[in-house]
T-cell receptor, first 111, second 114 residues
Framework: DTEVTQTPKHLVMGMTNKKSLKCEQH?????MYWYKQKAKKPPELMFV???????INESVPSRFSPECPNSSLLNLHLHALQPEDSALYLC??????????FGPGTRLTVL | KNQVEQSPQSLIILEGKNCTLQ??????????LRWYKQDTGRGPVSLTI?????NTKSNGRYTATLDADTKQSSLHITASQLSDSASYIC?????????????FGKGTHLIIQP
């Protein structure tokens, strides 16, 4: 298995909802990442997990809460989001820094 | 400051024609340079990766070049197809390139017209 999978593909939620994005990889990579990408912009790093521990938090608002249950799974819990949080959320993994494999993304719309 | 500049910002060409996308970077130290293809609303897919010692790498109709001395890279697409319509992102890897070690270009938006 040489891919990163993400679910759901699309998500529409209200500002009071709680939802979660899921990411999975079975390549044995020990670093996993969440990125946020707005239209026609490059991806912006949100979180980095290394060996299942949060190593880097790029000062993301607390309404985004990451979780890494094991080396293959990465979740992003969402609560009380704002319409400006609507974006494509990308998960990526790498065996070491800089060699990343991206998932297909979750298209999030906040109403 | 580490930066990756891509040109043109957007490009429209006819199906079957060739095109070349440019990437200039000021990232240092340098680890590797990747070209990604990203379809609208989808995750980036790696096309090529080049290290300091490599100056050409091909992947089907895609050929990337790297001049580490001038810190320039190009992506040449041969005999374009409608499915080549996408954004092409140049990404440079460096231990000092951001928290994830990466500096992203803003991409070139390519449209192939029939």
């Amino acid at each position: 298995d040489t891919e990163v999978t993400q679910t759901p593909k699309h998500l529409v939620m209200g500002m009071t909802n709680k939802k979660s994005l899921k990411c999975e990889q079975h390549m044995g990579h020990r670093a996993m990442y969440w990125y946020k990408q707005k239209a026609k912009k490059p991806p912006e790093l949100m979180f980095v997990y290394s060996y299942e521990k949060l190593s880097i938090n790029e000062s993301v608002p607390s309404r985004f809460s990451p979780e890494c249950p094991n080396s293959s799974l990465l979740n992003l819990h969402l609560h009380a989001l704002q319409p400006e949080d609507s974006a494509l959320y990308l998960c990526a993994s790498s065996p070491q820094l800089g060699e990343q494999f991206f998932g297909p993304g979750t298209r999030l719309t906040v109403l | 400051k580490n930066q990756v500049e891509q040109s043109p910002q957007s490009l429209i060409i006819l199906e079957g024609k060739n095109c070349t996308l440019q990437c200039n970077y000021t990232v240092s130290p340098f680890s590797n340079l990747r070209w990604y293809k990203q379809d609208t609303g989808r995750g980036p897919v790696s096309l090529t990766i080049m290290t300091f010692s490599e100056n050409t790498k091909s992947n089907g109709r895609y050929t990337a070049t790297l001049d580490a001395d001038t810190k320039q890279s190009s992506l040449h697409i041969t005999a374009s197809q409608l499915s080549d319509s996408a954004s092409y992102i140049c990404v440079v890897s460096s231990p000092g390139g951001g928290a994830d070690g990466l500096t992203f270009g803003k991409g070139t938006h390519l449209i192939i017209q029939p």
